[in-house]
């Protein structure tokens, strides 16, 4: 079951200058970064309450987000929800028509397992869903 809003991504040309934006400029507390290579991204999290803002980068300048910064420019990626059992809200899903962009989850960032449903079946919204390891079934 879907239990919130796990994050906002962003996608950035630049990671450490939108970090710097977000830090010096807004003031919001870094909490870490983490390289995902099975999404090939690098990431830097920054918490707010009840959820937190995500800036997505290339890794190596390749992958998914490459194309998305090349294609879209800078800017929201995707919203991702928290669920407690993943597999369950993709058969769910799928039973209601929605696409995946892979048949099952993948490693995440902070030992998720994580699935994006194509944006073409969500309203033109990427939405990624996220099973943190102390809530899996």
């Known amino acids: 079951m879907i239990t ?5 991504a962003i996608a950035v040309a630049d990671l450490e200058a939108a970090i710097a934006r977000f830090a010096e400029d807004f003031g919001v507390p870094l909490s870490g970064r983490e390289d995902v290579p099975s999404e090939q991204t690098s990431t ?9 803002i995500e800036l997505i980068h290339p890794m190596n300048g390749e992958g998914p987000v490459a194309a998305s910064l090349a294609k879209r420019g800078e800017g929201v990626h995707h919203l991702c929800f928290r669920t407690d059992d993943i597999e369950a809200d993709m058969a769910r899903l799928k039973e209601k028509g929605y696409r995946f962009l892979s048949d ?3 490693p995440g960032a902070h030992g998720t397992r994580v699935v994006f449903i194509h944006p073409k079946s969500a309203g ?3 939405i990624e869903l996220a099973e943190h390891p102390e809530e899996g079934a």
């Open 104 to 106: 099952a989850p993948r």
């Open 44 to 52: 830097a999290f920054f918490p707010m309450p009840g959820t937190r």
């Open 124 to 126: 033109g919204v990427l």
């Open 4 to 8: 919130g809003l796990d994050h906002v």
